[in-house]
């Protein structure tokens, strides 16, 4: 007889009370219930339940082991789901959540191979800098830019969100061209917010580090402002490369400080263990794993 199968039929007489129920439940005989509690029995050596004509209760050993067959019973189940998953093309909506400036500059982009690839899947995007709840807010997952609290979500490594120091031509021909980075404390500089300004560092190729103390009269809230700016000789900026890069190869930005290496924010994409079933969860997982890094 299969193990498995006789496993349920113990499970179900304990849980039922009787293996005349069981075998109501199992859809069998009650004589060939029977037979398979006398299997497992004979298999393990030991008697699993005492049984008189009015009443079944488990030996010490029957407690021990019905236990352990839940638990491979329920294991049994979650891995036969999970094939069925795998198998299963991937479908539906898919909530996720990005930072403004990764989702315009990165995400949208890779998104029309995503959505090309797997044509039954649609995708709704919320841009936002903030850290949202995954849970609450109904997102099967977030892409987070920098250190990650300690929580019950599962992180995959993304590719590191890398730094650039520009300004456009017309700004350095103006007020000229730091050649160090010390010179950055003379210029215009272009940030989110005064604390965002206090300090730029860069490290020479050498391993030096420079921590440059700088200002500047015009901080705003949002990088693809900042940017503007930028083109329009307001000042230096230092933004993620994916918002300046474009302009740098177009000649409308020039990099400043190519040979120093400037800080780098780890980049993640997060979401909740018993979601990632999904197989539309799991294709774009995988499909950012795949494209960013």
Sequence with gaps: MDLLDSMKVFVLAVEKGSLSAAATACDISATMAGNHLRTLEKRLGMQLLHRT????????????????????????????????????????KLRVSAPVTFGTEALMPALSVYLDRYPEVSVEVALCDRVV?????????????????????????????????????????RRGIPRTPEELSQHECLSFSPAALAHWRLTEQG????????????????????????????????????????????????????MHTLPSHRMSVVYLPDRYRSPKLRSFVDFLVERFC
């Design 207 to 258: 391993g030096a580090c420079s921590s440059i103390p700088v200002s500047g009269r015009l901080q705003v809230n949002h990088g693809q402002a900042l940017r503007v700016a930028a083109l329009h000789g307001l000042g230096i900026v230092l933004q993620p490369a994916i918002l300046l890069e474009a302009d740098v190869q177009a000649g409308r930005l020039v990099q400043l400080f190519p």
């Design 133 to 173: 709840d995954l849970v609450e807010e109904g997102f099967e997952a977030a892409i987070r830019i920098g250190q990650l609290p300690d929580s019950s979500l599962i992180a995959k490594p993304l590719a590191p969100y890398l730094l650039m120091i520009c300004a456009s031509p017309e700004y350095l021909a």
């Design 53 to 92: 004509t009015r009443r079944q209760h488990l030996t010490a050993f029957g407690e021990d082991y019905y236990a352990r067959c839940k638990e491979i019973l329920r294991l049994v189940t979650e891995t036969d789901v999970q094939a069925q998953n795998l198998q299963l093309a991937p479908a539906g």
